[in-house]
């Protein structure tokens, strides 16, 4: 696609979806966003600034294969239930650990963090493959 506006706004786009990702990323596991929202805005911003530029620009812009970004996804959101059983509760009961400061951080988080790449990883794996010539994503 030879499309000069669609090749600056994807030049533009992808670092402010990123951060709107990553913002929705952070948020959801104390607010609604989180995991799949947030890997539904990062894969549109790349979606966007692969269009113009085909299928080895998505490859670049990401530095590792789609489907090994999902896979690792999967991976992480399964390791996130892990603690819980080590502690004798059901798996994916969320562990937390509070400081004094405030600060909160749970197993919540690293399974959104998993959920985020599955999504990101399923849905340029489905771009590049449209884009190129096979599934070799």
């Not at 030879?2 to 709107?20: D, H, Q, W």
């Not at 399964?78 to 080590?86: D, Y």
């Not at 749970?106 to 963090?113: K, S």
């Amino acid at each position: 696609m030879n499309s000069p506006i669609l090749n600056v706004a994807g030049r533009l786009l992808l670092p402010l979806a990123l951060l709107f990702s990553l913002y929705l990323l952070w948020r959801g596991h104390n607010a609604p966003g989180g995991g799949f929202v947030g890997g539904l805005v990062a894969a549109a911003g790349f979606t966007v600034h692969a269009l113009p530029r085909g299928r080895a620009a998505l490859l670049k812009a990401l530095h590792w294969p789609p489907a090994s970004i999902a896979g690792g996804g999967l991976l992480l959101a399964l390791v996130s239930g892990l603690p819980a059983l080590f502690l004798q509760t059901p798996f994916l009961t969320h562990q937390w650990q509070f400081w004094d400061n405030g600060l909160a951080l749970g197993t919540a988080l690293v399974f959104d963090i998993g959920v985020y790449l599955a999504v990101l990883g399923s849905v340029c794996a489905f771009v590049g493959y449209y884009l190129g010539e096979g599934a070799d994503v």
